[in-house]
C-alpha cells in the first residue's frame, strides 16, 4: 500500500519554542492532507486539511496562528506548532491518499 | 458538524466468541473506513466500503456498509487474542475534503 512518511516521531521541546511536523507522501500525489491529534485513550480530532498550493482549512476551535500548515508540493505537507505550551503534547498523525486514506506513523510532541 | 459514534467503546470479550462494532454517522456520505490501532502506534487500514450495502471481509473481520442507515457494522467471528486493539471507523466527506473518526472501540480478547 501506499506509504506516508512522517518525521519526527518523537520530538521534546521547551515550551516556547516551535517545532515543525513533516508528512510526505512517497508513492502518491496528496493534493489534500488531514492533520490530526490524538490524547491518550482517545479518538482522533481532525484539526485541519491541508490544501496543495492554497489555504489549509481549519477545524473550529482550532488556531490557525499556533497550528501552521503547509502544503507546498504534491509530496510534502508540514505542521509547525508555534510557541509551544505544555498543553500542546500530543499525538500527532498525518494522511492522504484518495479512495484510500493513508496515514503516518505519528509524531510524539512532548512539551516541557 | 458531522457526528461518528460508535458502540460500544470498550469491549472485552473472550476467545472464540462473536461480536458487532457499530459506527453511525450523522451526515450523508457513502464512504467508511476501518482502521486498527495499537497502542502507541499509528493507524492500521482494514477496510474500505465505498457503496451502500459493500461487504468486505480479512479473516476473523467483516464490515459491512448502509448508507441509508447510516450504519456500518464491523463483525468479529471467532476472536482471538491478537485481535486486541482499539478500531476505528471513519468517515469520508470526500466533497468537502474531510475525514472524521468515530470515537473508537477498544477490544481486549481474553484467552
Known amino acids: 500500500g501506499a506509504v506516508v512518511s512522517q518525521h519526527p516521531s518523537w520530538v521534546i521541546c521547551k515550551s516556547g519554542t516551535s517545532v515543525k511536523i513533516e508528512c510526505r507522501s512517497l508513492?502518491?500525489?496528496?493534493?489534500?492532507m488531514f492533520w490530526y491529534r490524538q490524547f491518550p485513550k482517545q479518538s482522533l480530532m481532525l484539526m485541519a486539511t491541508s490544501n496543495e498550493g492554497s489555504k489549509a482549512t481549519y477545524e473550529q476551535g482550532v488556531e490557525k496562528d499556533k497550528f501552521l500548515i503547509n502544503h507546498a508540493s504534491l509530496t510534502l505537507s508540514t505542521l509547525t506548532v508555534t510557541s509551544a505550551h505544555p498543553e500542546d503534547s500530543s499525538f500527532y498523525i498525518c494522511?492522504?491518499?484518495?479512495?484510500?486514506?493513508?496515514f503516518g506513523a505519528g509524531t510524539r510532541l512532548s512539551v516541557l | 458538524e458531522l457526528k461518528v459514534e460508535q458502540n460500544p467503546l470498550f469491549l472485552s470479550m473472550q476467545e472464540g466468541k462473536n461480536y458487532t462494532i457499530y459506527c453511525n454517522y450523522s451526515t450523508t456520505s457513502d464512504r467508511l473506513y476501518w482502521y486498527r490501532q495499537d497502542p502507541g502506534k499509528s493507524l492500521e487500514s482494514l477496510f474500505v466500503l465505498l457503496s451502500n450495502g459493500a461487504v468486505k471481509q480479512e479473516g476473523r473481520l467483516m464490515a459491512s456498509l448502509d448508507t441509508k442507515a447510516r450504519l456500518s457494522t464491523l463483525h468479529i467471528t471467532a476472536a482471538v487474542h491478537d485481535l486486541s486493539a482499539t478500531y476505528f471507523c471513519?468517515?469520508?466527506?470526500?466533497?468537502?475534503?474531510?475525514?472524521?473518526f468515530g470515537s473508537g472501540t477498544k477490544l481486549n480478547v481474553k484467552p
Open positions: 508513492d502518491f500525489q496528496a493534493t489534500t
Open positions: 471513519a468517515v469520508d466527506l470526500y466533497n468537502f475534503n474531510k475525514f472524521y
Open positions: 494522511g492522504g491518499g484518495s479512495e484510500k486514506r493513508y
